[in-house]
C-alpha cells in the first residue's frame, strides 16, 4: 500500500496542472500590481521546506526580474522587534499552512510601512493570508503527510507564474504549461529506486550538493532525507563544498549531486573528479548521460527543461529518493518521529 508521502507525490502533476489553470488569473493580477508598485527589492519569509521555495525565489526574481532578494530572518521582528525598514519593498510570506506567528509578524509589519505584501500559502483564510495585501493560493488540496511534497512543488510553480507575470512574458508560459508534464515523466523515470536505495540504507550520512536555481533543490532533497530516513544530509551550494567541506570525501560518504543540463555538469567537474579519487558512493540527479554514467545510482529527470524551472522536477526526483531510502531502512515515512505537519515558531 502507498504511504501518504508517496501518494501526494504522485498527485503533484494533477496539482500543479490546477495551479496552471485556475491560479493564472490570480497570479497575472498580482504581478500586474508588482509592476505598478515598482518594488526596490523582494523580501521572502517563510520556513522549513518553504525556506527552500524562497531560496529558489532569489535566484528567480534575481535573474528572470533583475530584483535584489533577501531572505527575512523573521527573530528580527519577533524576538528583537527591530524590523527592518522595508518601504518600496515588494514582500511575500511563503508557508504551506498559513500559520507559524513569525512569518505572519513579517507580513504584518511590512504591510505597516507600506510594502507591497503577498502571502503564497494552501489556505487562503489563513493568519497569513490575512495579513497580507494579496493572496495566491497553491490550490494543492489538503496535504495529509507530514514531509511536504506536493505544497512544495506548487510554491515554486506559483512564485515562476509571479515571475513571468512581473516580467510580462508572455511566451514563457508555454514553458509553464509543460512542467505538468515533466513531472509526469520525472515520476516514470524513477519509478523502481527499491534496489538502488538498499544498497545506500545502511549510510547515516550523505552530501547532497546543487547550485544556482538548483541549491534550493538540494537543501529540499536534504530535508526530505532528514525528515523521512534519518539521514544526516548536508546540503551546500556545490561552490561552497570545495572551500573546505570537500575534505569529508571518503568512501564512507554518500555525494548527491542535484546537476541537471550541460552546464551544471561543468560547473562540478571538479567536484566529481575529486569525488571518484576518494571513492565517494555518487548519486546524480541528472539528465545528462555521461555523468549518469558515472554513478552509483542515477536520478533521471527529463531533458530540455529550462533551467529556471528545473528545480520542480529535480525535486520530484529526490522525493522519490527519499521515499525509496526511508523504505529501505525499514521506516515508515508517514510518521517521522518528533515532527508535526504544522509547526508554529515565534
Not at 509592476?35 to 521546506?49: D, E, N, Q, T
Amino acid at each position: 500500500m502507498k504511504s501518504l508521502f508517496e501518494a501526494e507525490i504522485h498527485e503533484q502533476p494533477a496539482v500543479l496542472a490546477r495551479l496552471l489553470e485556475e491560479g493564472r488569473p490570480r497570479a497575472s493580477a498580482i504581478a500586474s500590481a508588482v509592476r505598478a508598485y515598482r518594488p526596490r527589492f523582494v523580501m521572502i519569509a517563510a520556513r522549513g521546506s518553504s525556506d527552500n521555495a524562497a531560496r529558489y525565489g532569489q535566484y528567480l526574481f534575481g535573474v528572470r526580474n533583475r530584483l535584489a532578494v533577501a531572505l527575512a530572518a523573521p527573530s528580527l521582528f519577533t524576538h528583537y522587534d527591530a524590523a527592518p525598514r522595508l518601504e518600496g519593498a515588494l514582500v511575500l510570506g511563503v508557508s504551506q499552512s498559513g500559520q507559524s506567528p513569525d512569518i505572519v509578524e513579517v507580513l504584518h509589519r511590512a504591510r505597516g510601512q507600506g510594502a507591497l505584501t503577498v502571502a503564497v500559502t494552501n489556505d487562503p483564510v489563513a493568519p497569513l493570508a490575512e495579513a497580507a495585501e494579496h493572496q495566491l493560493p497553491l490550490l494543492a488540496g489538503k496535504e495529509r503527510a507530514v514531509a511536504a511534497t506536493k505544497t512544495y512543488t506548487a510554491q515554486l510553480l506559483a512564485l515562476a507564474m509571479l515571475s513571468v507575470g512581473m516580467e510580462g512574458a508572455d511566451a514563457d508560459w508555454e514553458d509553464l504549461q509543460a512542467v505538468p508534464g515533466q513531472v509526469s515523466e520525472t515520476l516514470a523515470l524513477n519509478r523502481d529506486l527499491a534496489a538502488a536505495a538498499a544498497k545506500h540504507a545502511g549510510s547515516d550520512r550523505m552530501v547532497v550538493v546543487g547550485r544556482g536555481f538548483n541549491l534550493s533543490t538540494a537543501f529540499e532533497i536534504a530535508l526530505k532525507i532528514k525528515e523521512t530516513s534519518y539521514v544526516m544530509a548536508d546540503p551546500y551550494s556545490s561552490a561552497d563544498f570545495q572551500h573546505g567541506p570537500i575534505a569529508m570525501l571518503d568512501e564512507s560518504l554518500p555525494l548527491l549531486v542535484v546537476a541537471p543540463g550541460a552546464a551544471a555538469v561543468a560547473d562540478v567537474s571538479e567536484l566529481l573528479s575529486r569525488a571518484r579519487r576518494a571513492r565517494a558512493p555518487l548519486v546524480a540527479l541528472t539528465d545528462q548521460a555521461d555523468l549518469a554514467s558515472l554513478a552509483d545510482v542515477a536520478l533521471e529527470v527529463p531533458a530540455q527543461v529550462p533551467e529556471w524551472l528545473s528545480p520542480v522536477t529535480s525535486v520530484v526526483a529526490g522525493q522519490l529518493w527519499a521515499h525509496a531510502l526511508t523504505r529501505a531502512r525499514g521506516l515508515d515515512p508517514d510518521a517521522p518521529r518528533g515532527l508535526a505537519k504544522v509547526t508554529l515558531t515565534r
